[in-house]
T-cell receptor, first 114, second 111 residues
Framework: DGGITQSPKYLFRKEGQNVTLSCEQNLNHDAMYWYRQDPGQGLRLIYYSQIVNDFQKGDIAEGYSVSREKKESFPLTVTSAQKNPTAFYLC?????????????FGPGTRLTVL | GENVEQHPSTLSVQEGDSAVIKCTYSDSASNYFPWYKQELGKRPQLIIDIRSNVGEKKDQRIAVTLNKTAKHFSLHITETQPEDSAVYFCAATRGYSTLTFGKGTMLLVSP
């Protein structure tokens, strides 16, 4: 999991602003994922991508957008349409698209809306 | 879709005791069951996993058991130590699908 980086570590946003969270991996993994973590809620899937230039909505995609232009990168944009964006955001990757490979997590970004 | 229930939500034990965390899943086609440990403010880290063709797997003080008939799997930690204190998450998935996580168990090990 040391090959997955997220930036920034902490992010503060004013209401009405869009912000983009970065996720990069050098593990040559095909699949990448974004999760949101709230206290007592576990990890909830926002978006995932199993191959470059393709991605699918997870359970809580509303108010978020993603792109997958490169295999190494899977940025997440939190838009102003997301009603309660304050949370801990985790990016993960796994080796082979469409297989039950282990997911490895990045260190996370803590987003706070002021 | 898959639904994973995890119990208990909190678990307090004395150092040296054993701890058991249980999860149930709904999709009988699920075939991969990882367990993650997350320390406060850190990323989840895989500690052990099991596939549906195996009933039990052990790694030092940690073991996982799987009962496919009952659709439940459990994490067993023996000889607990204070550094085992963390939140533990179970998850389940089947091929070509995404992981579904339980809501987590906060384990507190008192010296």
């Amino acid at each position: 999991d040391g090959g997955i980086t997220q930036s920034p570590k902490y992010l503060f946003r004013k209401e009405g602003q869009n912000v983009t969270l970065s996720c990069e991996q050098n593990l040559n993994h095909d699949a990448m994922y974004w999760y949101r973590q709230d206290p007592g809620q576990g990890l909830r899937l926002i978006y995932y991508s199993q191959i470059v230039n393709d991605f699918q909505k997870g359970d809580i995609a509303e108010g978020y957008s993603v792109s997958r232009e490169k295999k190494e990168s899977f940025p997440l944009t939190v838009t102003s349409a997301q009603k309660n964006p304050t949370a801990f955001y985790l990016c993960a990757s796994s080796g082979r698209a469409g297989n039950t490979d282990t997911q490895y997590f990045g260190p996370g970004t803590r987003l706070t809306v002021l | 879709g898959e639904n994973v229930e995890q119990h208990p939500s909190t678990l307090s034990v004395q150092e040296g005791d054993s701890a058991v965390i249980k999860c149930t899943y709904s999709d009988s086609a699920s075939n991969y069951f990882p367990w993650y440990k997350q320390e406060l403010g850190k990323r989840p880290q895989l500690i052990i996993d099991i596939r549906s063709n195996v009933g039990e797997k052990k790694d030092q003080r940690i073991a996982v058991t799987l009962n496919k008939t009952a659709k439940h799997f459990s994490l067993h930690i023996t000889e607990t130590q204070p550094e085992d204190s963390a939140v533990y998450f179970c998850a389940a998935t089947r091929g070509y699908s995404t992981l579904t996580f339980g809501k987590g168990t906060m384990l507190l090990v008192s010296p």
